[in-house]
């Protein structure tokens, strides 16, 4: 059985830093890409930032230059490093793995509050 196993998140003051990680707990076949998305109150959830298994990567437009994902393909596990974080950062955020299906993760919650 396939588990996404996320780990990183908590209260932070704007402008810390946090890092996520995201575990692939069992096997999956030719994953193609591994990401984060978030979703805040009242809000759809949006994609953060994805990276494929070339290393390709793509960002939302509202955290790029302070995020950067990266990933280890041998232990089929992903980060997100998230620097000068903001208020509007707060949300839920969810590790996302793509292959012939797709799975996510529980979330974990980040919260950026003096």
């Known amino acids: 059985q396939v588990q996404l196993v996320e780990s990183g998140g908590g209260l932070v003051q704007p402008g810390g830093s946090l890092r996520l990680s995201c575990a692939v707990s069992?096997?999956?076949?030719?994953?193609?890409?591994m990401g984060w998305y978030r979703q805040a109150p009242g809000k759809q959830r949006e994609l953060v930032a994805s990276i494929t298994s070339a290393g390709r990567t793509d960002y939302a437009d509202s955290v790029k230059g302070r995020f950067t994902i990266s990933r280890d393909n041998a232990e089929n596990t992903v980060y997100l490093q998230m620097n000068s974080l903001k208020p509007e950062d707060t949300a839920v955020y969810y590790c996302n793995v793509r292959s012939v299906r797709t799975f996510w993760g529980q979330g974990t919650q980040v919260t950026v509050s003096s």
């Open positions: 069992g096997s999956i076949f030719s994953i193609y890409a």
